[in-house]
Each structure stands twice: as structure tokens, then as C-alpha cells.
């Protein structure tokens, strides 16, 4: 059932998002940014006046989540993803998410999913899988590069305190921690541009064809 499926896991700012888009364009296919999701789930629920810790009330939003609430640029900044982070951390949030995302991965023509646990939970079959990393320093850099760009005031030494807790956080915890998969191919990225990235990234792709 279904078509090809990549499964492109990794830390925050590792350049996973890049090379999922890189290979949605290369290979004509669709590209869910899964970490969209918690950071939805994460504001909706604080502008509603809730709390990250709120398991319930986290749930509840996650399972009302529509693709169409997914374009506000809001889930983009920091505080977003430390958001995301803290609800994604709640197992009912990440059930209420499931369907969403493996019907996503189910699509005839196939699918890129970007993420976390997208090679060892929601797609542990997709034929191809990578996790991409870089180093902390690396990343942080990235993100706060990025978060500059968007017109965010961010000061880059608590990018990378933002990083060390998230990456602690997201694999530490019970439910889906941030982990590679077995068959997946480990993608280190601190040393390349993006047009390496890619590069390696579909020869990645090309030989689990
Ligand atoms: O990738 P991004 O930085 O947008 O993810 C934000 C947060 O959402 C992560 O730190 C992680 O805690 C959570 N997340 C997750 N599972 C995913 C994608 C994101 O738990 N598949």
C-alpha cells in the first residue's frame, strides 16, 4: 500500500527540514514538516490561555488540529518550538497526532516526513530513512541565523542553551525520544552546505531505491 516514503529524522536545526524539501522537489513529492504540528498544538493551546503541562488540554487541541492551521508564521519562532517541545512530550498528544501523519505517509505517490520519530514510529516501514545531525554549536548557529532572518532578537549563546535543553528533552523522554532508527542512514551535515546536504541526501535516497 502506499507509495515511496522517505523518513527524515533528527535534532532541532540539524538541516532535516532542508533536505526533505530538497528531495519533496528533487522526487515531486508532498513534504509534512511534522514538527508544525507540536508547534500548533503548543501555541493554540497558550494563546487559548492554557498550559504546556496540561495533558488534557494539549490533547484536546491536537486532535481538532486542521492542515489549514498550519500556515501561521507564529509556529516559527523560538518560543514556539520550545513549546512544541513540551507538549510533544504528552503520549495523548502524540496519539491524537498519529493518523494525520501516517495518512500523510500514505498517499498513493508516496511522501517525505520530516521529524523526530517519523522512521521509528509513524513510518518504521519506509524504505528509505535518514537521520540527520549536526553539531550542537553547528545547529545553533543555523537556527539563530534563521530566527535573525525572520526578524526574531535572539542573542546566539541562548540558541544554543535552547538547543542543549531540547535535544536533552526530546531524547530523554517516555513517549517516541528522539532516536535512529536502525536501518536508518546516519546524514552528518556540520561541515556542509546545503547543495552537500542534498547531494548526500539523494544518494542516500537513490540507494534504498
Ligand atoms: O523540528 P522542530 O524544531 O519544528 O520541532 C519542534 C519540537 O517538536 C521538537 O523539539 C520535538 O519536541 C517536537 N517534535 C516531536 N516529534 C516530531 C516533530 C517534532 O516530538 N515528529
Redesign the pocket.
Known sequence: SGGFVIAV?????SG??TVASRLGALYRLPVL???????AV?VILQRAGGDLDDVEGAAQVAAKLSPVMLADPA??TRV???A??????HPPV?AA?LKF?RDFAAQAGGAI??????GT??APDAPAKLFVTASPEVRAERRWRQLVGQGEMVVLSDILADIRT?DA??AG?E??P?RQAEDAVLLDTSEMTIEQAADAARRIVEAAR
Do not use: C, M, N
Open positions: 529524522d533528527g535534532p532541532a536545526a532535516k527540514g514538516d511534522t514538527g508544525l504540528l507540536y508547534r503548543g509556529f516559527r514556539a518550538g520550545e512544541a517541545s513540551r507538549v510533544g512530550a502524540r497526532l501523519q516526513l520530516d521529524g523526530r520519530d517519523i514510529v509513524i531540547r528533552r526530546d523522554r513517549a517516541a528522539l
